[in-house]
């Protein structure tokens, strides 16, 4: 009966931690789908070049969220503990980390960005496609960097708040702001209420005002309620964080954010390896990555709590339940891939239909997303595993988990189809899929080792 007790605690903990970050991850992901619909109705051509943006984009995406995981693991266990002061160290290291890294991140694409989205359209397709594609590409790009540092600190705000299991904050924030994104794309995509028709410019615009109005949302807030976030109280009366500490935080920070920036350069170069194959899978991909987002929120929020839960576990001190509570917790995050690969399965006949395209890149989509669906479980799978190792701070082994495998195994595997066989898109994109199955043995054995289990807040 205590077991049975203990389990419904644990997984309503989860479950209040997860559910507002599957609706604020959901909805935003429905509205990216509205947003693709209405850029593909412009042109296929459109769609490429927006793509491709968001592709580069994903990856200083993933940096950010790297450095603010990282520190974010002490967050957790600071709230665990009940250290306040503790808190507050780590969100002024946040918000110094995160505005550097926006800040070079924004000169290097503002110097890169057309060499880099040119190397997605080398494949086989017709010249002037590629042609209009770059020049949309690198027009959307230029106003997208706008939006960078207050997407850092943005992220330095939520997700500390994310790290306290104060997830309903950050989501109304966020669909503050995928409201006003979609009403900003309608009106700027197409040219109503008197403005013009700005296409793809214009849903850049669209995106980079509404990340303004999400920061401000969470600055407002965070500042007018001291007596829920304690943390905020003096943050900004100066930036002292002790040397030794600051030292503790870069130390876990940088594998992280090292291990997310060559994941997605990895997904980036396997994306690339699709479209030297064939430039229509750039449009193909990004169909089905549409759709893999809205259906992977239920994993993807319950992996994320997942880490929170076992960081708040691990920094009050519960170590010897943590294993237990772990492999439930990731069973249930397997049972949410199962439920949505079904149904990714099923729709993806006919989501493509939705875009104006080709019937061979619709085609070619159906193929990725019947893929998707039937690998989800395993992703899912892989997903909870890292974030309960990362609980710990093992940031290194997460390195190793998530990098070396991409690199070494589906970087490679993705290039050799690419440049040295004569394999179609699809059964490429199936093969670099199941290559998933090889990264769930490896993290069985390390959930299972306990490796992970520490308190590194002592």
Known sequence: ???????????????????????????????????????????????????????????????????????????????????????????????????????????????SSRFLIHLFLLGEGNPADAAESLEIGVDYMRIILISLIPIGLTQAYAGTLKDLGRTKVPMIASLCAI????????????????????GATGAAIATVISRFVELGILIVHTGKHPD????????????????????????????????????????????????????DSVAALNIESTIW?????????????????????????????????AKKMRRFTVLCGIVFGILMIVVAPFFPLLYNTTDYIRNMATGFIMICGFTMPLIAFNHASYFIIRAGGNTIITVLFDSLYTW???????????????????????????????KCFVAFGMVRSNIWVKNIVK
């Open 408 to 438: 070494c195994i589906a970087v490679v595997a993705a290039f050799f189809m690419s440049h040295y066989t004569t394999l179609n898109v699809t059964l490429m994109f199936g093969i670099v899929q199941s290559l998933e199955l090889l």
């Open 179 to 198: 409201v006003v994104n979609l009403i900003g794309n309608f009106i700027l995509i197409y040219g109503y209420l008197g403005f013009p028709a700005l």
């Open 1 to 111: 009966m205590n077991a049975f007790k203990n389990d419904k605690q644990l997984y309503r903990k989860l479950l209040l931690i997860a559910v507002p970050m599957m609706v604020q991850n959901g909805i935003s992901n429905f509205v990216n789908l509205l947003d693709n619909l209405m850029i593909g109705k412009v042109g296929t051509n459109a769609l490429s070049g927006v793509a491709i943006a968001n592709q580069l984009i994903f990856v200083f995406f993933l940096m950010i969220f790297g450095a603010t995981a990282g520190v974010g693991i002490f967050t957790a266990q600071y709230h665990g503990k009940g250290d306040t002061q503790g808190i507050r160290y780590t969100f002024r290291y946040k918000i110094v980390s995160n505005v550097i890294i926006a800040a070079l991140a924004t000169v290097a694409l503002a110097f």
């Open 293 to 325: 987002n809205l259906m992977g929120v239920a994993f993807i929020a319950m992996g994320e709590a997942v880490g929170i839960v076992m960081g708040h576990k691990l920094g009050s001190g519960e170590l010897s339940t943590a294993h237990d509570s």
């Open 228 to 279: 829920l976030y304690p943390f905020i109280s003096g943050a900004f009366s100066d930036f002292k964080i002790p040397k030794d500490l600051a030292f503790k935080f870069f130390r876990k920070a940088l594998p992280l954010m090292a291990n997310e920036t060559l994941w997605s350069l990895g997904v980036t170069m396997i994306n690339q390896c699709y479209s030297y194959r064939s430039l």
